[in-house]
Every structure is written in structure tokens, then in C-alpha cells.
């Protein structure tokens, strides 16, 4: 079956780094993505990866291993507007996403 | 630019009856999907088309029905509601059908079926 795995939810800082994994087991592998959910909104992207190795893009990187079948989202410098949750799609043999059930991000002062 | 719209934000609805939650996006997308999130669940795909005129089957498409008349919107139908239904209903739309690419989404209509 298909299976897409990250923490229900995540607590840190105010000014510090979080990573939140996310591990898949999918028939097929077109890329990983990542997205943002505030509560009550919709999804909004963040990241997509394809290849092996970390992207970066401000505060915000992503890292895939397909050998692994990992991806991680890095956040640092953390803001409060950070506190939201954080979704893991991989995109699979029909190009159709798989999601996972999202990890909740608090964030503390 | 408004992106992609859905209507209504939330409704009520009996058991039984049906309802269509609208969607219309102005990016002229090809590729346009229904997906229903559920707590302590991810997205989960309803029914996708990939291009005006074509419609698929998701993961759970049972008590679902779609049409694509045009390239801007993609309404999805509940013929006879039941409570499990109960949701928070996202369209989403992307460039390209099959292939990887970043997904759009509405605000939402948060449904309630009692």
C-alpha cells in the first residue's frame, strides 16, 4: 500500500530550529512536496523536491533521500506566524499526490 | 487576481439532500481536483480532471459527482448527502496534468450534514 508518515504534532521556540520528517512508502516517485496550512486556511506550497539533497529557500530548506524514502522540512529562526501545520505530499506513478495526515507546529515564546 | 474561488464558505445540509459547492479558477489551469480533509487524516483526492471535458475517479469518489464544462470551473455535486460526508471540501488546480507540480487551492466550504 501507500503510506506517507509525520508526526501529529511538534513543539518548539520562538528563535530556534525545528525539523519535522516525513517518511513514504509509495508505488512510484515523482517528487515530494511540501506545504503550509494555517488553521482554518487553505494549503499553501513551500517546497518540492526531486532529487537527493537539500533545497534551500529563506528560512525554510527541504531534504529528500528517495533511497530512504525521507524528506524533512527545516524551519529556523522560528516566528510565531510559523505555528501551523505542515503537510507531506508525494507525488506518485499517476502524478496524483499522496498526503500525509500533517504535523502540527506550536510554537512557544 | 482572485486565484481560485469556492462557494459557499460553509453550509448545512439535511440528510438526503444534494448540494453543489462551486469552484471557478481564473489561471487558466488545465488540471483541476476536489479533495475532502478530515481531522487526523490527509487530503484525500475525490475527483480530478485533467483538462476541460475529462473527469477521474480519486481515492474516494463514492456519493461524489463532478463535470468540466469549461477550462474555469469544476463543481462537485453531492447527490443525496449522509453525515459522513461532513467535512472541509478544498479545489485545487495546477498547471499541468501528469506532472509534478505545485497545486493551488480555494479557501475551502466547510460542510456539516446532519
Known amino acids: 500500500g501507500q503510506n506517507i508518515d509525520q508526526p501529529t504534532e511538534m513543539t518548539a521556540t520562538e528563535g530556534a530550529i525545528v525539523q519535522i520528517n516525513c517518511t513514504y512508502q509509495t508505488s512510484g516517485f515523482n517528487g515530494l512536496f511540501w506545504y503550509q496550512q494555517h488553521a482554518g486556511e487553505a494549503p499553501t506550497f513551500l517546497s518540492y523536491?526531486?532529487l537527493d539533497g537539500l533545497e534551500e529557500k529563506g528560512r525554510f530548506s527541504s531534504f529528500l533521500s528517495r533511497s530512504k524514502g525521507y524528506s524533512y522540512l527545516l524551519l529556523k529562526e522560528l516566528q510565531m506566524k510559523d505555528s501551523a501545520s505542515y503537510l507531506c505530499?508525494?507525488?506518485?506513478?499517476?502524478?496524483?499526490?499522496?498526503w500525509g495526515a500533517g504535523t502540527k507546529l506550536i510554537i512557544k515564546p | 487576481t482572485a486565484g481560485i474561488t469556492q462557494a459557499p464558505t460553509s453550509q448545512i445540509l439535511a440528510a438526503g439532500r444534494s448540494m453543489t459547492l462551486r469552484c471557478t479558477q481564473d489561471m487558466r489551469h488545465n488540471a483541476m481536483y476536489w479533495y475532502r480533509q478530515d481531522l487526523g487524516l490527509g487530503l484525500r483526492l475525490i475527483h480530478y480532471s485533467n483538462t476541460a471535458g475529462t473527469t477521474g475517479k480519486g481515492e474516494v469518489p463514492d456519493g461524489y459527482s463532478v463535470s468540466r464544462a469549461n477550462t474555469d470551473d469544476f463543481p462537485l455535486t453531492l447527490a443525496s448527502a449522509v453525515p459522513s460526508q461532513t467535512s472541509v471540501y478544498f479545489c485545487?488546480?495546477?498547471?499541468?496534468?501528469?506532472?509534478?507540480?505545485?497545486?493551488?487551492f480555494g479557501p475551502g466550504t466547510r460542510l456539516t450534514v446532519l
Open positions: 505530499a508525494v507525488s506518485g506513478s499517476n502524478y496524483q499526490l499522496i
Open positions: 485545487a488546480s495546477s498547471k499541468l496534468a501528469g506532472a509534478a507540480n505545485e497545486q493551488f
Open positions: 523536491n526531486v
